[in-house]
């Protein structure tokens, strides 16, 4: 008897049982969730898409797994399951050798069992930390996913758009609630319907950033953080193609633009205007006129819009709120180093309740907080390696259609790596970091095509006659 009778038949009990048991709209979500999940294990590269539309623009919308963890890193962990499955069946062919990059990145990994193991014993609080480290290890995952699901040019531009889409989705959901209401916390209600949980803690957390626009990333920062990481990537998408996709890319710029000044985000709008001044000096065109364009807008929202004004004016006092809690978190930092020399693991999150301990605002600092200086100098040797590897011949920085996913990818890690200078969040923030780490990969891979065709274009001059 075929294998699908069976399966078919117990497929259709299940349900029927549910039907009688449960609602209508349970049912159907249901039935809308297994379809998907047959769906991305019959095609790992559909789940990794979805993973970006939702890391984007919902990232922390949870679902109940044994577990109660995000849609994006459940789809992580299925794309990963599904992978397995491929290979377990012969279905899937595992990549050639791994780069230095990921190797280093396997070794960071690796050692943070440690602190895993050290915090569960020194560290006296609440947590769960096995849990909290294997969510970490997944959200570094991507990285591993690109070489797998995004080898070719046409499924990482799939996977750029749904990025984008993702982004457009957010800032068009975030933006006209904020101009509407004119404060953070008016979004909470539209998000608890889609999926988010611990609305009170969140109410609490926002009602301090009552001026700066809520979003699905929940804090202001962490919003910022990851406007400043993808606008690049949509300007070049957006100055390099033709169509629906130019069009998205450029929309996603603008409002990202916007969206980044309303979230009053200090430093991811100096990394921003640290990256493109980069980008100018290389001569990379439009930046120029971007960045006047990017001043023009600002102006005004400082003449219109008083807590934008208030943000940024905060940059050049001395008793600025948030400068001076980073001046105590930086002079206490020694204390959390002498009272823990390999880090607190994966338990909790810097400060530690119940000490005298601050917390730090640093994403190089807080990676020796989580997992001591070997996991710092470990998280180092990874980026080195990327910036290293990812060159282009002759440190050549162009913006074309052959290039675009490669400089907006390289452009948005190194404005987030700047932001790590005054927060965190591209440390250990779940999901957050997920787009990060995917980014650098598509970065990394798409260098190494460039880099390959550049020597077989070489090859081919060197012989002819």
């Not at 953080?225 to 193609?241: D, V, Y």
């Not at 004004?309 to 948030?322: H, I, P, V, W």
């Not at 591209?426 to 460039?450: D, K, P, Q, Y």
Request: with cysteine; charged share 10%.
């Amino acid at each position: 008897m075929p294998l699908a009778t069976p399966v078919g038949v117990l497929i259709a009990l299940v349900f029927g049982v549910l039907v009688c048991l449960l609602s209508p709209i349970q049912v159907t979500a249901a039935l809308i969730g297994v379809a998907a999940a047959l769906t991305i294990i019959r095609r790992p590269l559909r789940g990794l898409l979805l993973f970006g539309v939702l890391s984007t623009f919902l990232p922390y919308a949870t679902v109940q797994i044994g577990i109660r963890t995000t849609v994006s890193e459940a789809l992580l962990m299925l794309v990963w399951a599904s992978l397995l499955a491929h290979r377990l069946f012969t279905l899937y062919t595992p990549p050639l050798n791994l780069l230095r990059t990921e190797r280093w990145m396997i070794a960071l990994m690796l050692f943070s069992a440690l602190p895993f193991v050290v915090g569960q014993l020194t560290v006296h609080v609440e947590g769960n930390g096995p849990i909290n480290w294997v969510r970490w290890l997944f959200n570094l995952s991507p990285l591993f996913l690109v070489p797998r699901l995004l080898s070719d040019e046409h499924s990482r531009e799939q996977m750029i758009v749904a990025l984008l889409i993702g982004t457009l989705c957010l800032l068009l959901l975030s933006i006209p609630v904020y101009l509407k209401s004119g404060n953070s916390t008016a979004i909470i209600a539209i998000i608890g319907g889609l999926g988010y949980s611990n609305l009170d803690t969140l109410n609490q957390g926002l009602s301090g950033f009552s001026t700066r626009m809520g979003t699905p990333w929940t804090h202001p920062n962490i919003a910022g953080g990851a406007m400043a990481m993808l606008l690049p990537l949509a300007f070049c998408i957006g100055a390099t193609r033709q169509g629906a996709v130019r069009v998205l890319g450029l929309a996603v710029a603008l409002l990202a633009l916007a969206g980044l000044l309303f979230t009053g985000s200090r430093g991811a709008l100096v990394s921003l205007i640290a990256v493109m001044c980069w980008m100018a000096r290389k001569r990379v065109p439009y930046v120029g006129r971007m960045l006047m364009g990017g001043v023009f807008i600002g102006f005004l929202l400082m003449m219109l819009y008083p807590p934008l004004q208030e943000r940024l004016m905060g940059l050049f006092t001395a008793d600025d709120a948030s400068t001076t809690v980073r001046f105590a978190e930086y002079s206490h930092f020694p204390e959390a180093m002498s009272m823990f020399p390999l880090g607190i693991g994966f338990k909790v999150d810097p400060p530690i309740p119940g000490t005298r301990l601050w917390g730090i605002s640093n994403l190089w600092l807080n990676y020796i907080y989580k997992l001591g200086v070997p996991g710092m100098l470990l998280f180092v040797a990874v980026t080195v390696s990327w910036w290293r590897e990812a060159r282009l011949p002759r440190n050549a920085v162009a913006l074309n259609r052959d290039t675009a996913i490669w400089l907006g990818t390289r452009v948005g890690v190194m404005a987030a790596l700047v932001s790590g200078l005054f927060d965190h969040y591209f440390s250990f923030t779940m999901v957050l970091i997920a787009v990060f780490w995917l980014l650098l990969g598509l970065n990394l891979h798409e260098a190494r095509r460039l880099q390959q065709t550049a020597q077989r274009t070489a090859s081919d001059l060197r012989e002819r006659p």
